[in-house]
């Protein structure tokens, strides 16, 4: 038999996996299944993406790149950077096959045996297995309370912050509650990172979508240049999945050590989906537009829908996800919705934050509804 490594058998499989392998199943029993549990925005990629990645195949861009990435596509990101007031050479970015690699590669360059990493749950999924893959310890600070904003919970916050914590992540926008945080609360962390010389990662791949506010990237804050890794990608802004094609910007020391274990590993992100990346940053402002004002009007349809069912939700400022609140036992909440009323969610459990389910509105409004009104007709709103 072989004998598995304690990095790995630390980590549960996913709690999520149970919820679609359930649905697969019913869906090959022939029914169907109104699916709100995907990550992903249901759009195609952009065309003229799309053709600058078959632009990019035809003109021999298939061989192995600079390991960091392609000059150009650097340089692209260090001016999309500079647009949200952030000042990276293209020394201090490392382009990656998606933001979830470099997520990975820079909790592996910090995070040793038994460091500690502060959460604001819930919390993205992955975060969690990485840190435990790291060896790293969890500390979790609970945003449910208050509506999943940040401010109300800077208290508690300050409790979890130690001078022992050496990494913070921030994901706002956030996967899986839309809260956008304020600048009030963003100098609440800045104040908590530097007063315990922490370093923060700012996961930044739904700063695209938002409806109606501009979250403030904390790598622009005082003080936070120097301890701030952004990390974003061209996943959700864009519709690209499954391009994988993400990056990471922040202090070169930094860089030059992820860079071993990028280089080591995946070598670079894919030739000739850089280049489609470039597409992507440069000439795509009325594709996410169009985008954006097409979750808008979901959210406000779900929202309104939920509303009529009685059921109050925090508003999302972003993404394409909600929390509903649901049984104390998620997980059973969201087995049975989906085995009576055959819509798929997930167990907010799976994120940290059980009692609730995280809707995703990256469907059409036609199967939102539907997926609304089976609920209300099994009595899971
Ligand atoms: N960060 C958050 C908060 C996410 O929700 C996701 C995807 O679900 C990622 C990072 C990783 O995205 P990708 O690896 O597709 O760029």
């Known amino acids: 038999t072989m004998e598995f490594t304690d990095r790995l058998t630390r980590v549960e499989p996913s709690a999520t996996l149970a919820i679609s392998a359930l649905a697969t199943e ?22 003229n993406v799309v053709e600058a ?3 990019a195949m035809d003109a021999g861009h298939t061989g192995y790149t600079t390991s960091a990435g392609i000059l ?45 990493v502060v959460l ?6 992955s975060y969690e297995a990485m840190v435990k893959m790291a060896g790293g310890s969890l500390s979790r600070v609970d945003l449910s309370e208050h509506e999943f904003q940040l ?31 304020s ?14 010389d922490v370093t923060v990662i700012s996961d930044e791949i739904y700063k695209e979508i938002t409806y109606g506010v501009e979250p403030t990237s904390l790598g622009t804050l005082e003080g936070m240049a120097d301890r701030t890794v952004t990390v974003n990608g061209f996943s ?35 030739n000739f989906v850089q280049h489609a990346g470039i597409e992507a940053l440069e000439n795509t402002d009325e594709a996410v537009d169009d985008m954006v004002a097409a979750f808008a009007e979901r959210r406000d349809l779900v929202v309104d829908l939920l509303e009529g069912h009685g059921v109050d939700v925090a508003v999302p400022k972003g993404a394409f996800y909600m929390m ?13 919705a989906l085995e009576d009323a055959h819509v798929a969610t997930v167990p907010g459990s799976a994120f940290g934050t059980p009692g609730y389910a995280r809707i995703s509105y990256a469907a059409s409004e036609q199967r939102l509804q539907e997926g609304i009104e089976r609920l209300a007709d099994e009595d899971y709103l």
């Open 26 to 47: 019913l869906e090959n029993d022939g029914e169907d299944v109104v699916d709100l549990s995907v990550g992903e925005p249901d759009f195609p990629t952009p065309e």
């Open 236 to 270: 959700k802004a864009y519709s690209m999945t499954g391009w994988r094609l993400g990056y990471f910007a922040g202090p070169e020391e930094l860089i030059d050590q992820a860079g071993k274990l990028h280089s080591h590993s995946v070598s670079s992100a894919v």
């Open 324 to 336: 509903l609140p649901v049984a104390e036992d998620d997980q059973a909440w969201c087995e049975g």
């Open 183 to 196: 600048d009030e609360a963003l100098k609440g962390v800045r104040d908590l990172a530097v007063e315990h």
């Open 151 to 181: 401010d109300p919970a800077l208290e508690d916050l300050e409790a979890a912050v130690s001078d022992d914590t050496e990494l913070l992540i921030v994901n706002s926008p956030s996967n899986p509650t839309g809260a956008v945080y």
């Open 120 to 125: 604001l749950d819930p919390a993205w999924v």
């Open 53 to 55: 990645g078959k632009d």
């Open 72 to 116: 150009e596509l650097r340089e692209a990101i260090s001016e999309k950077l500079a647009e949200d007031g952030l000042d990276h050479g293209t020394d201090e970015i490392i382009v990656t096959p998606g933001a979830k690699q470099a997520l990975y590669e820079i909790v592996q360059a910090l995070i040793a045996e038994g460091d500690e």
